[in-house]
Structures are given as C-alpha cells and as structure tokens.
C-alpha cells in the first residue's frame, strides 16, 4: 500500500502540523510505502527527519522585500506566486501533489490542509484527512468569513473516507460543530519527543518563566501577561522567555504599559534551543483558552519543565494529574496564584510533579501513532474495494 501526503499543511518552514506530520511519516510500519507532494521545501522537521528528499525554496517568503511592512506584502507574493510570475513555495508544491496524484501510483490520499483543489484528480480513491482543532469554529471573531478552514473542511469533511483527530476533544467538537459521525473520526494522539539533546546548557544566563509559540488570538497571551506582573514585580531575579515571532504593536504596547520592557526576553528559536529553554525554566505556561491538543506539553515533559496549564478544551484529558491547573478566562484569574504557590513549594513536591509528567508522558508514543495511523489507511483501503 502506497500513501500520498499532499504539500498544504508541510511546506511552511515552522509549522506545528508539519511536525506532526512529519514524525508520524517517519514512524509509519514498513508495509506502507508513502510519497510526499513537495519539490521545494525549507521545513526544519523535514530538513531533521529526512523523510523525503527536496530542493532548497528558490523564492522563500522571508526574501521577499524583508524590510516591507506592509500587509500587502504577503498580497503580492502569493498573487506572484498564483500567477506563474514567480515560482512560490505553495504553487511549486501544490503542483507537484497535482504531477503525482495524475501519475496514480498511489492507494490512498492523505490531504494536510482543507483546501480541496485535489478533489477532481482522486479517480475514485479514498482520502483520509487530520483535523487538528476548530478554532476557526469556535473563535470566528479572529478569522476572515472566507478562511480556508471553515470553507474547505465542511466540503472535505463530507467527502472524507475517514477523519484522524488528535484529541478526544477535537473528536467530539466536530461532531458537535460540523456533525460528523462519531463512527467515521478516529483519535490518533500525538507523540512526545524522543530524540536527545546533547547540548544541555543554559540558553539565558538567569531564572525565567517560559511561554512558547504563537500570542494572538486565542492563545490568551496578554491576559497571562497581565496575571504575571504581580509575580514578576515580587520577584526581582526571574523573568518572562518568550519564543516565536517577534512582539507585534499591540503586544509591544501593553509591555510598556505594565513595565515590564526588562523583564521580558524574546526571540525565535531552534528546536535544541528550545529543548534547552525548557529544561532550566522554573516553569512552562500555557495559557490558551483552546487547542486540539497541545505539543509543547508533551516537549515540556520530556525536558524535566514543570507545566502549568489554563484549565480548557483537551488539556484535562492529555496532562490528567500531571500539571499544576489554573484558570485564565474573562471570569477567573488563578495564574498568580497557582505559580507563587509554586515558587515557594518544597522541592519534594516539585519532584513529584517532574515524577508524575514522565509517567504520563509514555502515553504517547510517535510510533504508537504511527501504527494506528497505518490502521486506519489499511481500513480505508478494504472498504473503499468492496
């Protein structure tokens, strides 16, 4: 059996969902044979695991008229791209999933995105499709009418011979939201890291508070920064490490509102850069009101990070009693709370919970993942032949 992933969810060199991707891949049992519609391709994961072989991105965005601020900026690229006028990522791409869906040597189609250009050149042959999590559903304020998630997943979901969810969560909000049969989505969790790092040395010379990835929308950062100038007013020794893009004009602003320019250190980061951060934090935040199912927990474990996590969507179910809980919402603040209880713990009961999180963390396994993943191809392929 031959598996054929298509580009959309694995060109972009950071991308939470090419990490998923790309590590199931990796892990897939030797019975399934798999090609992947990508040519040109500056992803790290991939560029880690290399699990396909590619070319370096010709016309990566970030070459793009770096210096121009502009939104219309991302407007022109892709509309250069669209047009045939320049040779982008995504059109590069999405051209060489359509070249090997034509050429036909493959079982079974695994779509990473929602957009559906791949309907017309299935030929009758089954795909299989991940939904991550449903912010677009849930958090519509903060995407665009036409965005490409609520547009496409409905027409794909209908279509879809069987749908992977990454959390039970997830699981039952599509049920609940775009009312799909508890019988056609299967629940593949994620897999917690397992590679080593050798480097285990200090990334910043001081005592910090770790928040990782994305801050907008959703993710509840400026509440959480907001909850955490009373800690770090308290203590004059440990600040904020936040990684991911740089502050936006929002987030630059509230910063000096509350003071806190000093006491925040910021930058993007390498994977080993990143497993180091957690390894000497005090603590790893996560602070977001919903998630399908949330990575960096299981990064954070697998580094020795004590977690603490905003008490909604899956996280009950992926840390169960392997975290310390708190409540971060337009009702409740806890944080404060919750981490200067932490600081002043005895370090028994910091090693209990370091104890509790590795025990949890074998839960999830890549390859594990992997296999079920297998599975559910294998059961795709049989029905769509009867």
């Not at 999590?133 to 409905?154: N, V, W």
Request: aromatic share 12%; hydrophobic share 40%.
């Amino acid at each position: 059996m031959t598996v054929l992933y298509d580009y959309q969810g694995l060109y972009p060199t950071f991308s939470g969902i090419s990490k998923c991707f790309f590590e199931l891949i990796h892990q897939l049992p030797s019975d399934v044979n798999y090609r992947i519609g990508l040519k040109e391709c500056n992803n790290l994961h991939l560029q880690r695991l290399k699990v396909w072989k590619v070319d370096a991105c010709r016309h990566p965005y970030e070459d793009f008229f770096p210096s121009w601020k502009s939104p219309m900026r991302k407007t022109l690229y892709d509309a250069l791209g669209k047009s045939g006028l320049m040779a982008t990522p995504k059109w590069v791409n999405r051209k060489e999933s359509i070249r090997l869906m034509k050429e036909g040597k493959w079982d079974v189609f695994h779509v990473t995105g929602f957009d559906p250009y791949f309907l017309p050149y299935l030929n009758g042959k089954p795909f299989v499709m991940h939904i991550h999590d449903l912010t677009a559903e849930l958090f519509p304020q903060y995407f665009p009418a036409d965005d490409i998630q609520i547009r496409g997943r409905q027409v794909l979901c209908d279509k879809a011979a069987h749908i992977v969810c990454v959390s039970q969560n997830t699981l039952e909000d599509a049920h609940r939201i775009l009312g799909i049969p508890r019988e056609k989505m299967s629940v593949i969790y994620h897999g917690a890291p397992y590679e080593a790092v050798e480097d285990k040395s200090p990334v910043v010379p001081f005592k910090y508070i770790l928040y990782v990835g994305n801050r907008g929308m959703y993710k509840n950062f400026l509440p959480m920064l907001r909850s955490l100038k009373t800690v770090l007013d308290r203590h004059a020794d440990l600040k904020l490490v936040c990684t991911g893009g740089a502050f936006d004009a929002r987030e630059e602003a509230e910063i000096t509102r509350l003071g806190l320019h000093d006491r925040i250190w910021q930058r993007r980061v390498s994977d080993d850069e990143l497993s180091r951060l957690y390894r000497h934090a005090e603590l790893f935040i996560y602070p977001s009101l919903y998630e399908g199912f949330g990575i960096p927990i299981l990064e954070a474990w697998h580094a020795g990070c004590p977690v603490f996590l905003n008490r909604k969507s899956c996280f009950p179910e992926v840390a169960g009693d392997a975290a310390v809980w708190f409540e971060l919402d337009g009702e409740h603040d806890t944080l404060t709370g919750a981490v200067e209880t932490w600081l002043a713990s005895p370090q028994s009961e910091k090693e209990a919970l370091i104890a509790r999180q590795y025990e949890r963390m074998n839960r999830f396994n890549w390859q594990q993942s992997a296999r079920q993943l297998a599975g559910v191809y294998h059961q795709v392929l049989t029905q769509s032949s009867k």
